[in-house]
């Protein structure tokens, strides 16, 4: 499909509020897989149901992030619930409602065709996103949380507003990976708010805002309430993915292990097993 016309910001915008109100304003593409996936259900559409939809764009930190906010758009008197997963909001909007809200998709691939320096920055984050939920949700599956697929919602999203900016700021994420990449230190948070002048993570809870996405979600991927286990579940299956994101010799793992440890009540060794179970490969961890 032709894609949006497209307004790159260059410059920072002056305040949390016009951030939100510009990346609330524009087009989000989805992956290709995801789009392709779409007309297939499409086709096939008297035999598809709220979970095989939920199934399919599960990985799909963008598809995930459009289902709810279309979900939440619904008047209070057309919803008795918050849509909290993928499934869920598919059963408040119904099978055909849901096709006729999402036709064919502009995809990430094409979005940045011209440019692949920005796509491998989108890429690298909804790859990290997409690992970030699968260890939240084997965190609280291990807790036996009954919100489960709820936390794996929250860490599919926690890093969203990361992607939008590389949508639509590439010249800034850019410039915020350039600063990072020469000086390992820097944390996020500093190189956020030294090249935007705002911190990604309040973006993401004032667009969540902005669009009346459930209080949990936006409570589970909100870093400051660290106290909740819910919180830590996201937060730490976060900070792993992103550590590990090129192999487990990061010096910053084994409190990571330790920290999970604490929050599964489980010693190094049986943490270390249930990674080595989520990732798919033995990860050699150095001990610290």
Do not use: Y
């Not at 920072?12 to 290709?32: C, D, K, M, N, Y």
């Not at 902005?210 to 979600?217: A, D, I, R, S, T």
Request: glycine share 4%; proline share 7%.
């Amino acid at each position: 499909m032709d894609l949006p016309d497209r307004r790159l910001l260059e410059r920072p915008l002056g305040s949390l509020s016009a951030w939100a109100q510009h990346f609330a304003s524009q087009e989000i593409p989805v992956l290709a897989s995801s789009a392709e996936a779409l007309e297939q259900l499409r086709a096939d559409e008297d035999n598809v149901d709220a979970h095989s939809i939920g199934e399919t764009f599960s990985h799909d930190p963008l598809m995930c992030l459009k289902v709810l906010v279309a979900a939440a758009s619904l008047g209070r008197e057309r919803r008795n619930a918050d849509a909290e997963t993928i499934t869920s909001a598919v059963v408040l909007m119904g099978i055909t409602p849901f096709f006729a809200n999402f036709p064919p998709q502009p995809t990430v691939e094409a979005w940045f065709a011209d440019q692949p320096s920005a796509l491998e920055g989108a890429m690298d984050v909804l790859h990290r996103s997409e690992r970030s939920a699968r260890f939240a949700l084997a965190f609280a599956a291990h807790r036996m949380d009954q919100d489960a697929q709820v936390i794996h919602t929250a860490a599919l999203l926690h890093d969203f507003a990361e992607v939008l900016l590389w949508f639509h700021a590439p010249t800034l994420a850019s410039e915020i990976r350039r600063l990072q990449t020469a000086d390992p230190t820097l944390r996020s948070v500093k190189a956020q708010k030294q090249v935007l002048g705002i911190e990604l993570s309040l973006l993401e809870q004032a667009l969540m805002k902005l669009w009346h996405l459930p209080p949990l979600l936006a409570h589970i991927t909100d870093d400051r309430c660290e106290s909740d286990p819910q919180v830590q579940t996201v937060r730490l299956a976060v900070r792993l993915a992103r550590h590990s994101a090129r192999g487990w010799d990061n010096p910053a793992i084994p409190d990571d292990v330790k920290d999970i440890g604490q929050l599964l009540n489980l010693a190094s060794t049986p943490t270390l097993r249930l990674l080595q179970d989520i990732a798919g490969a033995p990860p050699t961890v150095r001990e610290g």
